[in-house]
C-alpha cells in the first residue's frame, strides 16, 4: 500500500492514480492510498511525492506521530551501517515546522547513544519541497530516508517511507534543452503530457497517436514509457518540431523510438497505421490574459468546438472499440472562477464515446489551470464505443 501526496490539482493526480492503478481512495484533501504492490512514481505527473505505508495510527496528533515515529525508528536503526540522511515532512497536522524539526532531533539524539549518526534535512515548512527531497534523493536508496506523516480530517494519522519526489531536474531537461520549443503553440508541462497519457492508459507496446502533436511533448512522455508513437499535425513546422525533438529525446536518453510524424488535418486525416490510444491536446484557441468579451468568447468557443468536434467525428470511424483516448480540450474561466466549456463535452455519446467512469472524482473535476491563466484544459477521458 502507497499514499501520495497530489500535485497541485488533486483531481487530476488521484484520477490519474485511479485509472493506474484501479483500486485508489482518497484519504485527505491532498493525499490518495493507492492498494497496488507496485507503485512507478517516475511515470506520475500528478503526485508530487509518494510512500510506502509503514504505519497507521487510527486517531492522533503531531505529539502521537512523533512519539510512535521515535520509538519505532530508534529501534528500527540501532544497527544501520553508514550515516543516515533523513528528512520529515507531515501534513494535515497542526503543527509547526519547529515542532517536525524538534522530532527529528530528538531521533538524532536517541540514534547517537547507540552510535548511529544521523543528517536531519532543516525543515523550514511543516514539509520538504519537493526540491529538496529531490536534491537530497530522499528515497532512492536506503539510508537516505523521507517519512511522509500524514493526517486527515478524522485524525487518522498515516507513516510512509518516500519513494521518490518528482524529478524536477528531469523534468527541466526534457522541457527546457529540446532542441525545438515554441512559445505560440503553448507550452505543455511534461508533468501534465504524463497525467494526459496516464489517463488515455494505453496497453502495453501500443501506438500511442498525438494528432495535434505540436512540439511532441505528449509524444515524448510515451517514447520515455515505452509506446509507439504517432504524431500528425496541420503545421509543417510543428511536424519539423516533433521529429527534431523526438530526435534528440532518443539520442540523449538512449532509447530506440518507433514513431511515425506526418502532416494532417485531424478533422480529415487518415492514419495509416494501427492505433492503440490517443492522448493529446487539443486545439485550444488564442490565450487570453484576461476573460474576454462574451461574442469573442462564443467566436473562439464555436471555433473550438467545430475543430475538436469534427476531429472526434474523424477519428471514431479509424478506432477500434474500446480504444481509449484522453484529449484535452479548452475551458474558459470567468472572474468569478465559473467554467465556460465546449458544447462537445455533454455530447461525447452522440459522438460515439462513453465516458470512463472514475469513483474518485467527476469528469468536469478534470481541469488543468492556473490562477492567472484563463484558458484551462479539460480533460475528456472517454473510450471509443
Ligand atoms: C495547443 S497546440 C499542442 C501543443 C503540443 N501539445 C506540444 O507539445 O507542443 C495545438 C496544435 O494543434 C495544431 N492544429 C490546429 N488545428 C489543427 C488541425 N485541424 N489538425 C491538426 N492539428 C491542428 C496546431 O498546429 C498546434 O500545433
Same mark, same amino acid.
Given at each position: 500500500?502507497y499514499?501520495?501526496? +497530489? ?5 487530476? #493526480?488521484i484520477?490519474e492514480?485511479e ?9 485527505s484533501?491532498?493525499?490518495?492510498i ?9 511515470r506520475?505527473?500528478g ?14 496528533d503531531?505529539?502521537?506521530? =512523533?512519539?510512535?515515529?521515535?520509538s ?5 536503526? &540501532? !544497527?544501520? !551501517? ?6 520529515i515532512?507531515?501534513y494535515g497536522?497542526?503543527a ?11 531521533l538524532?539524539g536517541?540514534?547517537k547513544?547507540? #552510535? ?11 514539509a520538504?519541497?519537493?526540491?529538496? =527531497? @529531490?536534491h ?9 530516508? *523521507?517519512?511522509?506523516v500524514?493526517?486527515?480530517?478524522n ?5 510512509? *517511507? =518516500?519513494?521518490?519526489a ?6 527541466a531537461?526534457?522541457?527546457?534543452e529540446r532542441?525545438?520549443?515554441?512559445a ?5 508541462p511534461?508533468?501534465l503530457?504524463?497525467?494526459i497519457l496516464? +489517463? ?7 501506438r500511442?497517436l ?18 509507439k508513437v504517432?504524431?500528425?499535425?496541420? =503545421?509543417?513546422k510543428?511536424?519539423?518540431y516533433? /521529429?527534431k ?11 530506440t523510438?518507433?514513431s511515425?510524424v ?6 480529415? @486525416? ?7 490510444a490517443?492522448?493529446? *491536446? ?13 461574442a469573442?468568447l462564443?467566436e473562439? &468557443?464555436?471555433?473550438?468546438?467545430y475543430?475538436?468536434?469534427?476531429f ?10 474500446? /480504444?481509449? +483516448? ?5 475551458a474558459?474561466?470567468a ?18 464515446? /462513453? ?6 472524482v467527476?469528469?468536469? *473535476?478534470? +481541469?488543468?489551470?492556473?490562477d492567472?491563466?484563463?484558458?484551462? &484544459?479539460?480533460?475528456l ?5
Amino acid at each position: 500500500m502507497y499514499i501520495s501526496i +497530489l500535485g497541485r490539482q488533486p483531481a487530476l #493526480g488521484i484520477a490519474e492514480l485511479e485509472r493506474l492503478y484501479g483500486d485508489v481512495t482518497w484519504f485527505s484533501d491532498e493525499s490518495a492510498i493507492i492498494n497496488t504492490p507496485r507503485l512507478d512514481f517516475e511515470r506520475l505527473g500528478g503526485s508530487q511525492k509518494a510512500g510506502r505505508i509503514v504505519a497507521e495510527l487510527p486517531r492522533g496528533d503531531w505529539t502521537a506521530a =512523533s512519539r510512535k515515529l521515535v520509538s519505532a525508528y530508534a529501534q528500527a536503526w &540501532r !544497527e544501520r !551501517e553508514g550515516k543516515i540522511t533523513l528528512g520529515i515532512s507531515s501534513y494535515g497536522f497542526n503543527a509547526n515546522p519547529r515542532e517536525v524539526q524538534k522530532t527529528g532531533i530528538i531521533l538524532k539524539g536517541r540514534l547517537k547513544e547507540v #552510535g548511529v549518526s544521523l543528517r536531519l534535512i532543516p525543515n523550514s515548512d511543516t514539509a520538504l519541497s519537493t526540491a529538496t =527531497s @529531490h536534491h537530497n534523493k530522499l528515497g532512492l536508496s536506503d539510508n537516505k530516508v *523521507e517519512l511522509l506523516v500524514v493526517r486527515n480530517k478524522n485524525g487518522k494519522i498515516i507513516i510512509a *517511507e =518516500s519513494v521518490g519526489a518528482q524529478n524536477i531536474t528531469a523534468y527541466a531537461k526534457r522541457d527546457q534543452e529540446r532542441p525545438k520549443r515554441d512559445a505560440f503553440v503553448g507550452m505543455l508541462p511534461p508533468k501534465l503530457a504524463q497525467t494526459i497519457l496516464n +489517463l488515455a492508459n494505453p496497453a502495453a507496446g501500443a501506438r500511442v497517436l498525438d494528432p495535434f502533436c505540436g512540439t511532441g511533448v505528449v509524444l515524448q512522455e510515451a517514447s520515455l514509457q515505452g509506446f509507439k508513437v504517432y504524431g500528425t499535425d496541420l =503545421s509543417d513546422k510543428m511536424v519539423d518540431y516533433t /521529429t527534431k525533438n523526438l530526435d534528440w529525446l532518443a539520442a540523449t536518453h538512449h532509447l530506440t523510438i518507433d514513431s511515425i510524424v506526418e502532416q494532417g488535418d485531424a478533422m480529415n @486525416h487518415r492514419w495509416s497505421d494501427a492505433i492503440g490510444a490517443v492522448a493529446c *491536446e487539443g486545439y485550444l484557441g488564442q490565450p487570453f490574459s484576461a476573460p474576454p468579451s462574451p461574442a469573442k468568447l462564443a467566436e473562439v &468557443r464555436k471555433n473550438c468546438n467545430y475543430i475538436m468536434g469534427e476531429f472526434l467525428r474523424n477519428i471514431a470511424s479509424q478506432l477500434a472499440s474500446g /480504444t481509449p +483516448l484522453c484529449v484535452a480540450v479548452p475551458a474558459w474561466k470567468a472572474a468569478d472562477g465559473s467554467f465556460t466549456h465546449l458544447p462537445l463535452v455533454s455530447q461525447l455519446e452522440s459522438l460515439g464515446y /462513453t465516458p470512463v467512469p472514475l469513483s474518485t472524482v467527476r469528469s468536469s *473535476e478534470l +481541469l488543468y489551470y492556473r490562477d492567472d491563466q484563463v484558458v484551462a &484544459r479539460e480533460l475528456l477521458v472517454i473510450t471509443k464505443n
